[in-house]
């Protein structure tokens, strides 16, 4: 499911730099436990709602006008989460400062290096970009976007495009409980762009909606978003790696049981997973090396895609089958340790927790 081929020049531009920035949209703990969450960076004050100096004026008034661009990085990976950025700033900046200033464009285009240090400007307190614009993230893990994938049919698959729909809207609605005066809103497309587009119009009626294909590339504050959620995507697959890296250490190689041969391959330099996607030939070939024969691979992994499934259904995984429940719930808990008559039942169940004994005991 959702394995996006790619072309090999291209790899390259999805790998992250060696020296990614480590934005503050990283949250270790929850990258390294698998969980999905969100970060917003602090509101600029200039964007905000002020007091009227004047009285016959309002007591506050509202923000200047700005314009929020979203955009996604790592749809299509099979390694690492996939994670929404959004970006806002006053609508007069946003080709000047964005396009001609700092020459934001799609991620996609921009080489590892470049994106890293656009991002880093946007986090720097002295820079122009931090003290006019604001930005955030919602990161789905690979864990929890296969857990989504592969609902039970009574569950109901909850796909990608609707987990990428939610972000969206989770991160629109932030940013607004957060006092920004958005007015206009520009999405990179997920499926169809006028059904897209009446979808988010129907959660924002107040805001002038654009939904397109290639946003990235036609709007500066899309190309903005982009390298929020590519840097972000970047340095999760860092954290996600080194950690991965340091257990095979331990373990003595490669997450396997250890053995001579496999502790000396450890000695030698760990093998880069590159840039997560399945076309991606290091990143297969890390999938290969690094699987568990009964639970796969960790948190990293997204088991709903196509290239984990067959991996372990072909390559040396074990398959487990769990036993059907076919008496709706009314299991008994002394199933669960004992068969046979009652008596039998009964005595085995004393070695549990003790017979019962009758007063004449004493």
Same mark, same amino acid.
């Given at each position: 499911?959702?394995?996006?081929?790619?072309?090999?020049?291209?790899?390259?531009?999805?790998?992250?730099?060696?020296?990614?920035?480590?934005?503050?949209?990283?949250?270790?703990?929850?990258?390294?436990?698998?969980?999905?969450?969100?970060?917003?960076?602090?509101?600029?004050?200039?964007?905000?709602?002020?007091?009227?100096?004047?009285?016959?004026?309002?007591?506050?008034?509202?923000?200047?006008?700005?314009?929020?661009?979203?955009?996604? $990085?790592?749809?299509?990976?099979?390694? *690492?989460?996939?994670?929404? +950025? %959004?970006?806002?700033?006053? @609508?007069?900046?946003? =080709?000047?400062?964005?396009?001609?200033?700092?020459?934001?464009?799609?991620?996609?285009?921009?080489?590892?290096?470049?994106?890293?240090?656009?991002?880093?400007?946007?986090?720097?307190?002295?820079?122009?970009?931090?003290?006019?614009?604001?930005?955030?993230?919602?990161?789905?893990?690979?864990?929890?976007?296969?857990?989504?994938?592969?609902?039970?049919?009574?569950?109901?698959?909850?796909?990608?495009?609707?987990?990428?729909?939610? $972000?969206?809207?989770?991160?629109?609605? *932030?940013?607004?409980?957060? +006092? %920004?005066?958005?007015?206009? @809103?520009?999405?990179? =497309?997920?499926?169809?762009?006028?059904?897209?587009?009446?979808?988010?119009?129907?959660?924002?009626?107040s805001v002038r909606i654009t939904v397109a294909k290639k946003a990235d590339s036609l709007y500066p504050c899309v190309s903005a978003a982009s390298v929020c959620a590519k840097v972000t995507r970047d340095a999760a697959l860092?954290?996600?790696?080194?950690?991965?890296?340091?257990?095979?250490?331990?373990?003595?190689?490669?997450?396997?049981?250890?053995?001579?041969?496999?502790?000396?391959?450890?000695?030698?330099?760990?093998?880069?997973?590159?840039?997560?996607?399945?076309?991606?030939?290091?990143?297969?070939?890390?999938?290969?090396?690094?699987?568990?024969?009964?639970?796969g691979w960790g948190p990293e992994c997204r088991f709903s895609w196509g290239t984990a499934k067959d991996m372990l259904e072909?390559?040396?995984?074990?398959?487990?089958?769990?036993?059907?429940?076919?008496?709706?719930?009314?299991?008994?808990?002394?199933?669960?340790?004992?068969?046979?008559?009652?008596?039998?039942?009964?005595?085995?169940?004393?070695?549990?927790?003790?017979?019962?004994?009758?007063?004449?005991?004493?």
């Amino acid at each position: 499911m959702e394995d996006t081929p790619m072309e090999e020049g291209n790899i390259a531009l999805e790998t992250p730099a060696p020296d990614v920035f480590v934005p503050p949209s990283i949250h270790h703990e929850a990258t390294l436990r698998g969980e999905t969450y969100s970060h917003f960076s602090p509101v600029p004050p200039s964007l905000l709602a002020q007091p009227s100096s004047s009285p016959s004026t309002p007591a506050t008034t509202s923000g200047p006008p700005c314009v929020l661009g979203v955009d996604e $990085a790592g749809r299509g990976p099979v390694l *690492g989460p996939m994670v929404y +950025g %959004v970006f806002y700033l006053p @609508i007069p900046l946003s =080709t000047p400062l964005l396009q001609t200033a700092h020459h934001f464009d799609d991620s996609k285009v921009l080489n590892p290096t470049v994106r890293s240090d656009l991002m880093r400007a946007l986090c720097t307190p002295a820079s122009e970009l931090h003290g006019s614009c604001g930005w955030a993230i919602r990161s789905l893990s690979a864990r929890d976007i296969g857990a989504g994938m592969l609902r039970p049919a009574g569950a109901g698959a909850y796909n990608l495009n609707a987990q990428a729909q939610d $972000a969206t809207v989770s991160l629109i609605q *932030g940013v607004l409980d957060r +006092g %920004v005066n958005v007015r206009e @809103i520009y999405v990179d =497309t997920v499926g169809p762009p006028a059904a897209y587009q009446r979808r988010l119009e129907r959660f924002f009626p107040s805001v002038r909606i654009t939904v397109a294909k290639k946003a990235d590339s036609l709007y500066p504050c899309v190309s903005a978003a982009s390298v929020c959620a590519k840097v972000t995507r970047d340095a999760a697959l860092e954290v996600l790696y080194e950690a991965r890296a340091e257990l095979n250490k331990r373990n003595g190689g490669n997450g396997k049981e250890g053995g001579e041969e496999e502790e000396a391959e450890v000695e030698e330099e760990e093998e880069s997973w590159g840039s997560g996607y399945p076309s991606d030939g290091r990143c297969v070939s890390w999938l290969r090396k690094n699987m568990h024969p009964v639970f796969g691979w960790g948190p990293e992994c997204r088991f709903s895609w196509g290239t984990a499934k067959d991996m372990l259904e072909t390559k040396g995984g074990v398959k487990v089958e769990w036993p059907v429940d076919e008496d709706d719930g009314t299991s008994r808990l002394t199933d669960f340790f004992v068969s046979g008559d009652r008596e039998k039942e009964a005595d085995e169940l004393g070695t549990w927790f003790g017979n019962p004994v009758g007063l004449e005991t004493f």
